[in-house]
């Protein structure tokens, strides 16, 4: 069945989650929408922190709204970087700002935070969680977990080789050769992957370790090599390409396997993380303290838990002269790049979603069903709905 719901105006109001720096949409990407006849409406102010002034919007052919309450009140369509889910608290004052035939996109966090959407569902928005976008090939261009996960990846080698009290690469000098730094990447994800790049492009000895043995290739041909811990686990991934929780016995025999690797290593990036669920925990304290005195463990699972026993997230924790770093929000910290990528994907799929100036929603696209979390006053996501019992209705 194909539902149109008819939209003129797209909305790209400023966001609130503290510290977010990116925004929704950046100037460029207004002609891509003004071009299939969708209007585009952006706060003012929404883009300063990404470098992006409102004089840049109107250039490209947008309109500023004056405040949040003329934004949210002329758009049919509402783009986010996070929406209510995804911004819990300071999300909770744009409710009474939204109204029954609102189309609501951007991250959404509904596995981790499905009550969220019952609030949504019961002002009978239509919202889309871009995080279930469905690892297909034609939804690549849609995907914001792979785009943000790049930079992740990127940004905490830089970050870790700040704090490293060594030299990344092997250099011969008047005072003799230095040796490289050796990096150790768990999770060969699209932030490991990354990781592994950098680190390399750096000039470091680098190492990875993924339970997936179909991303063996992948780690070999960035040029590192793979950390072998052999363990019987049946199947590893699903179906949406990412890990699967495999149970404490597993993961406590991965921390044996690791055990040497990790007190061997100078910087460590961890990334494993499995969507919805607790981070698994994959090193120890002890394990911690058996590393050199200087060295750096970068936990990009912060968010989830971390994949460190000490991981505390945004903080820097220091272990027997081991410094473990759980940031929570590294694109922020390039929030021009970020908002670039990001917004690239999410125009992308509103193209998908829209056709002559009208959005669709199509059941039969997978695109679309998978990424649908509420709509015509109720939670419709299937994975949302078990984790909230079978709820979600009005």
Same mark, same amino acid.
Request: aromatic content about 2%.
């Given at each position: 069945m194909i539902n149109r719901v008819k939209t003129m105006r797209v909305g790209v109001p400023k966001e609130t989650y503290p510290g977010e720096t990116l925004v929704a949409?950046? $100037?460029s990407h207004v002609p891509m929408l003004t071009k299939i006849g969708l209007h585009v409406l952006v706060e003012s102010g929404a883009g300063e922190a990404a470098g992006f002034e409102d004089e840049a919007y109107r250039a490209k052919g947008a309109q500023v709204a004056r405040d949040r309450a003329e934004l949210f009140g002329s758009a049919d369509i509402v783009l986010q970087v996070?929406?209510? /889910? %995804?911004? $819990? *608290?300071? /999300?909770? /004052?744009?409710?009474?700002?939204?109204?029954? *035939?609102?189309?609501?996109?951007?991250? %959404? *966090?509904?596995?981790?935070?499905? #009550?969220?959407?019952? #609030?949504?569902?019961?002002?009978?928005?239509?919202?889309?969680?871009?995080?279930?976008?469905?690892?297909?090939?034609?939804a690549q261009s849609m995907d914001v977990l792979s785009s943000l996960a790049t930079i992740v990846g990127y940004k905490a080698v830089l970050l870790a080789a700040a704090r490293l009290p060594k030299l990344l690469p092997m250099l011969t000098t008047a005072a003799g050769t230095i040796p490289p730094a050796r990096v150790l990447v768990i999770g060969a994800g699209v932030a490991g992957l990354q990781a592994i790049a950098t680190a390399r492009r750096l000039g470091a000895a680098v190492s990875a370790y993924d339970v997936r043995p179909a991303v063996k290739d992948h780690i070999r041909s960035l040029g590192a090599k793979i950390v072998e811990a052999p363990l019987e686990v049946g199947e590893v991934e699903e179906t949406s390409g990412y890990a699967k929780t495999l149970g404490e016995d597993i993961y406590r025999r991965q921390r044996a396997l690791l055990t040497p690797v990790v007190a061997a290593s100078d910087v460590i990036v961890t990334t494993a993380a499995v969507p919805g669920q607790r981070a698994p925990m994959l090193i120890t304290a002890d394990m911690v303290a058996s590393m050199a005195r200087g060295s750096v463990i970068m936990d990009v699972a912060a968010d989830r838990g971390g994949n460190c026993e000490l991981t505390r997230p945004n903080e820097a924790v220091v272990h027997h002269g081991v410094t473990v770093l759980g940031p929570t929000d590294l694109p922020s910290t390039v929030p021009t790049h970020a908002s670039q990528m990001y917004g690239r994907n999410l125009a992308n799929f509103l193209l998908h979603l829209c056709k002559d100036g009208s959005l669709r929603v199509d059941m039969e696209d997978e695109i679309a069903r998978e990424t649908l979390v509420t709509r015509g006053g109720a939670v419709v996501h299937p994975r949302v709905q078990a984790l909230l019992g079978g709820g979600g209705t009005q």
């Open positions: 949409l950046i $100037p996070r929406t209510l /889910g %995804a911004n $819990p *608290d300071k /999300g909770r /004052g744009d409710l009474p700002l939204l109204r029954r *035939d609102h189309v609501l996109i951007g991250l %959404a *966090d509904p596995l981790t935070r499905p #009550e969220a959407t019952i #609030e949504l569902a019961k002002r009978v928005v239509t919202s889309f969680a871009l995080e279930l976008m469905p690892r297909l090939a034609r």
